[in-house]
């Protein structure tokens, strides 16, 4: 299936960077597969949505995900391309979340300047599908990203090729970066 094409290489890298990088206890193995539609997602603070563009929840998701984000929950959305996913993407966050609206970030969001200061959002283009990389996020009800979707990107990628050489340095490190940022702040906002 799409969603595990970088599973789970991508997910023990990143673990793997962030434990040795920052004091964050984190295990290689860590990661977990939970149903959206489980209660069980209740129990991570941090959820990673790989292939969102062909997403279509149910109600229990829709209504799982809006009390997940509300009890402090934060999504990690990444790899989907081109104007029908997002379309698709953001109908689905609408049933989600009526009165909310994805905005674009930029790099000077505190998330991208938590532990590393991140300069550049489309460092990543010439390595993703797509047009520019863009990164979308939204809040809680106290106004705290809670959300950061990856549209016309690929963090996974990066995270699960690392040791082939298949991407530069700078790019690869660059999204390591990112997640360990996004990873903190879901933790300390």
Same mark, same amino acid.
């Given at each position: 299936?799409?969603?595990?094409?970088?599973?789970p290489e991508g997910e023990m890298h990143l673990n793997e960077f962030i434990r040795? %990088?920052?004091? %964050?206890n984190v295990e290689h193995l860590s990661y977990r597969i939970v149903?959206?539609?489980?209660?069980? %997602?209740?129990?991570y603070p941090f959820a990673l949505v790989s292939e969102p563009g062909e997403m279509r929840l149910n109600e229990k998701e829709?209504?799982?995900? /809006?009390?997940?984000?509300? /009890?402090?929950?934060f999504v990690l959305i990444?790899?989907?391309?081109g104007p029908w996913q997002l379309d698709n993407f953001r109908r689905q966050m609408r049933q989600a979340f009526p009165s909310?609206?994805?905005?674009r970030l930029t790099a000077a969001h505190p998330a991208f300047n938590l532990f590393y200061e991140i300069e550049s959002l489309t460092i990543f283009a010439n390595y993703v599908p797509g047009d520019e990389p863009v990164f979308l996020g939204m809040e809680n009800e106290d106004g705290t990203l809670a959300m950061v979707a990856c549209f016309n990107n690929d963090l996974e990628n990066f995270w699960d090729w690392?040791?082939?050489?298949?991407?530069p340095l /700078?790019?690869?490190?660059?999204?390591? /970066? %990112?997640?360990?940022?996004?990873v903190i702040y879901s933790m300390t906002h």
């Open positions: 299936m799409g969603w595990a094409h970088n599973y040795n %990088v920052t004091k %964050v149903n959206l539609s489980s209660d069980e %997602v209740f129990q829709l209504a799982n995900l /809006r009390e997940y984000i509300k /009890r402090g929950g990444d790899d989907f391309d909310q609206e994805l905005q690392i040791g082939s050489g298949a991407y /700078r790019p690869a490190t660059e999204a390591f /970066r %990112v997640g360990t940022n996004l």
